[in-house]
């Protein structure tokens, strides 16, 4: 059994869902279909999702409440239209909406998470419904169905059990069309996943029912070596190993969640990473480890931008048992994770997501490392990004970190981190975000341009 997960490009119109539609007719594996709400349909437009977020906070401050709600109706109406499905689907939509709009608002996080989920519930009623016009068997299933997820404050993330209740869609005579991006806590109160989520729901549906493929459909023929958008025709990748992947996908490229990798890399359920502009195209596969080997050492590199460094030095610091811990405890007290600690004698760096931070909680940190840790000099600075180089082929390969800097250096920009985890399947470099472009392009004509031989 194939579980095919269709992203919001691939269901952004009438004309890309008819191409879902030929996908899952075309093999009778694809059982189980987890949809998105429809995204874009050219370059600036507006996903629905972002719309749905609009409406709710319009809803929550009293503004154009009518105007934004008919945004989303209409895009919804005018799918249903051209794929020639009656009034009924968009009544229902209509009325979903209201129903919403008008519910409780005394918690705004739960209240924007139902409005923003309503993107892809709608969705895949109105697919479902368009595969039944269309005499493909289908049946669209809640999420209320045994998809639970934890309570807040927490993000949200699927429950053990949600694997178990799940089980049961194995058994179904029907193609099940299935909501991405959201679940249910025990007590019934809808919960999304971060943005990007319904990849998420897709890798649980396909563990659950203990699938042989997850298939992800999306707009581009494979994983590209780095983003196809800041990088000209980039080289794509065949096959790319769980761990590679996670490492990338954290770390900027979009294509896949990096919280999707879990459910399935358990249970070692290949994925495959398919355009559905061009399903014949075979993909990028995500394995537990390569089928075929590679001459080259680096798999990818990524790039995000949006990280602060906290900066900490006190001299003998290398000599105080415990400064590490308290110094992490400090940031822990403040509900910030880190993603990296580059640290040398007497100084150590915490390198951490920019959005995590406001500015009462890093005066109140720097205070703390003083007043706590007489710390000699401690400081926040903003507006990095790093460029991270993964491979599994990288461990073997002596003068990496050397051809990677030298080729950095070439461009002028300064390496203001560099850090190599120690599995030394990625080394991470922190250089300032308006160079960030221009590194990774360099980087990548040094790991992924052919060499020429004179
Ligand atoms: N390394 C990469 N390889 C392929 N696509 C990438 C990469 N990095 C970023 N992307 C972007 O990810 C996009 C697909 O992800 P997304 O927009 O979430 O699609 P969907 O709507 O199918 O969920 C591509 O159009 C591409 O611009
Ligand atoms: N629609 C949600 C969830 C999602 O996964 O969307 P997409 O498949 O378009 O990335 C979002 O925009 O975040």
Redesign the pocket.
């Known amino acids: 059994m194939i579980v095919c997960k269709f992203?919001?490009?691939?269901v952004a119109s009438a004309e890309q869902i008819k191409k879902v539609a030929n996908i899952v007719k075309s093999n009778p594996e694809r059982k189980i279909i987890v949809v998105?709400a429809p995204?874009k349909r050219y370059g600036d437009d507006i996903k629905v999702t972002d719309l749905l977020i609009d409406l709710a906070n319009a809803a929550l401050k009293n503004g154009d409440v009518e105007g934004k709600l008919q945004n989303v109706v209409n895009r919804y109406k005018t799918i249903a239209d051209d794929l020639g499905l009656d009034q009924s689907i968009s009544n229902i939509i209509t009325q979903d909406l209201r129903e919403r709009v008008d519910s409780d608002k005394s918690n705004v996080d739960l209240f924007v998470d139902s409005l923003k989920a309503s993107g892809e519930d709608n969705n895949a009623k109105l697919i479902a419904a368009y595969f039944n016009s269309i005499g493909l068997s289908a049946k669209y299933v809640s999420p209320q169905e045994g998809l639970v997820v934890n309570n807040p404050p927490e993000r949200t993330v699927a429950l053990p059990e949600a694997f178990e209740n799940l089980n049961k869609m194995k058994n179904n005579e029907e193609i099940i069309v299935f909501p991405g991006f959201f679940g249910y806590t025990k007590e019934g109160t809808l919960r999304t996943f971060d943005r990007?989520g319904?990849d998420i729901t897709g890798s649980i549906l396909a563990a659950a029912v203990k699938a042989d493929l997850y298939e992800n459909?999306?707009?581009?023929d494979c994983?590209?070596t780095?983003?196809?958008?800041v990088v000209k025709d980039p080289v794509g990748i065949e096959e790319i190993t769980y761990r590679e992947m996670r490492e990338l996908s954290y770390s900027?490229?979009?294509?896949f969640h990096d919280e999707a990798l879990m459910p399935v890399f358990k249970l070692g359920i290949p994925v495959n990473i398919k355009n559905t502009n061009n399903p014949s195209a075979p993909g990028t596969k995500i394995l537990p480890a390569r089928t075929t080997s590679s001459s080259r050492p680096v798999t990818?590199i990524?790039a995000d931008s949006g990280f602060s460094t906290l900066y900490v030095s006190k001299y003998l610091m290398n000599r105080e048992i415990g400064f590490g811990r308290k110094l992490l405890h400090i940031i822990e007290d403040e509900h910030i994770s880190y993603d990296h600690t580059p640290s040398g004698v007497d100084d150590i760096s915490v390198i951490i997501r920019s959005n995590q931070i406001t500015p009462e909680a890093e005066e109140r940190i720097v205070k703390r490392i003083k007043e706590e840790l007489h710390a000699d000099d401690v400081y926040f600075r903003h507006g990095f990004s790093m460029i991270v180089i993964v491979g599994e082929g990288m461990r073997n390969n002596t003068g990496l970190a050397a051809r990677a800097a030298s080729a950095i250096s070439k461009t002028g920009s300064n390496i203001e981190m560099i850090n190599q985890g120690s599995s030394e399947v990625s080394l991470v470099f922190g250089v300032l975000s308006d160079v960030e472009n221009e590194v990774l392009t360099a980087l990548y004509g040094e790991f992924f341009t052919p060499i020429t031989v004179y």
């Open positions: 992203g919001g490009t691939s998105s995204g990007g319904s459909f999306t707009d581009v994983v590209f780095a983003n196809p958008k900027g490229f979009s294509v990818g990524s």
